[in-house]
C-alpha cells in the first residue's frame, strides 16, 4: 500500500458517506464508497432483468459491464456504469434490495476489490464499505468501525428517502435494514464484522460532526503518535 488509506466500516444506514465525505475533506483524501459500486451492479442486473438468485447470470452481467471511478464532486469518485454516472440511479429501494444479494456472490466481489485497491495506489482515499479494514486493506492502520441501533439507523433512512421523494414507512425500512444487516453479516464471502484492530464509534446519541472529530483525531495520532516520556 503505498498512500493513506482510512477504512470506515459499517452496517446499512449508519451514516458512513456523510462521516467519510466530512472527514476527507478535513483529512485532505478523496472518498472511495465502495457501496456505490456493488449498487452499480444491482441497477445493472435489474435493468438486464436477469433473476438476481441466478449467481452465473449475475455474473455474466457483471463481467460484460465498463465500471469506472472517476473524480467527482465534493471529492468523491463518482462511479460511471458502461460511460454513463449512475448518480442517484443506485439509490432506489429496489436497487438497495438486489444489491444485498448480489454482493454476496464471490465473484462479484473479486472484481471490485481489485478496483478498489488500483485506486488506492494513485491517491490517498477514505473507502467506506462493509470489509474494508477486514479483506480489502487489512493492513491499514486506520480502521473504524460505526454502529447505531437499527431503529435509529431506519429513522434515519426514512429522513433520507422522504427528502429524496420516496415515501415509505418505517415499519417497511426498518425490517429493510434488518434483512440487509442479516444477508451482510451472514453471507459466507467477507461478512461485515468487526475486530480488535477497528476504532468502534457508536453514532446512536452522538452527532455527526462528534463522529468526523473522532476519525479525524484518530487518523492523526496514529500518523504522529505522542511519545511516551520517560
Ligand atoms: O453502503 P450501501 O448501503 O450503499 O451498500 C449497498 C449494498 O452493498 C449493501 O447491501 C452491502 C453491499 N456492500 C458490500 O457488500 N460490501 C461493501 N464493501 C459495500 C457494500
Redesign the pocket.
Known amino acids: 500500500m503505498t498512500s493513506t488509506v482510512v477504512a470506515i466500516?459499517g452496517p446499512?444506514?449508519v451514516g458512513?458517506?456523510t462521516v467519510a465525505q466530512r472527514a476527507a475533506a478535513r483529512l485532505g483524501l478523496t472518498v472511495l464508497?465502495?457501496?456505490?459500486?456493488?449498487?452499480a451492479i444491482?441497477l445493472a442486473c435489474l435493468r438486464a432483468g436477469v433473476d438476481l438468485e441466478d449467481e452465473p447470470a449475475v455474473m455474466a452481467v457483471a463481467e460484460g459491464l465498463d465500471i469506472d471511478l472517476r473524480p467527482g464532486k465534493a471529492g468523491q469518485l463518482e462511479v460511471v456504469l458502461d460511460g454513463e454516472p449512475v448518480g442517484q440511479h443506485?439509490r432506489t429501494p429496489a436497487v438497495?434490495d438486489a444489491?444485498?444479494r448480489i454482493?454476496?456472490y464471490p465473484g462479484v466481489?473479486r472484481r471490485?476489490v481489485s478496483l478498489?485497491r488500483q485506486v488506492a495506489t494513485r491517491r490517498g482515499v477514505v473507502v467506506?464499505?462493509?470489509?474494508?479494514g477486514t479483506v480489502?486493506f487489512p493492513d491499514t492502520p486506520h480502521k473504524f468501525f460505526l454502529t447505531a441501533t437499527s431503529l435509529v439507523r431506519a429513522r434515519r433512512r426514512l429522513a433520507d428517502l422522504a427528502a429524496s421523494g420516496h415515501r415509505t414507512s418505517l415499519e417497511e425500512v426498518l425490517a429493510d435494514i434488518e434483512a440487509?444487516d442479516g444477508?451482510?453479516s451472514s453471507?459466507q464471502d467477507?461478512p461485515?464484522r468487526c475486530d480488535d484492530s477497528y476504532q468502534v464509534i457508536d453514532t446512536s446519541d452522538i452527532s455527526i460532526e462528534q463522529v468526523v472529530d473522532r476519525v479525524v483525531r484518530g487518523v492523526a495520532a496514529v500518523a504522529a503518535p505522542s511519545v511516551a516520556t520517560p
Open positions: 466500516d446499512s444506514g458512513k458517506s464508497d465502495t457501496g456505490a459500486m456493488y449498487r444491482g443506485i438497495s444489491t444485498s454482493s454476496s466481489r471490485m478498489q467506506e464499505g462493509r470489509d474494508i480489502v440487509r444477508r451482510d453471507r467477507s461485515l
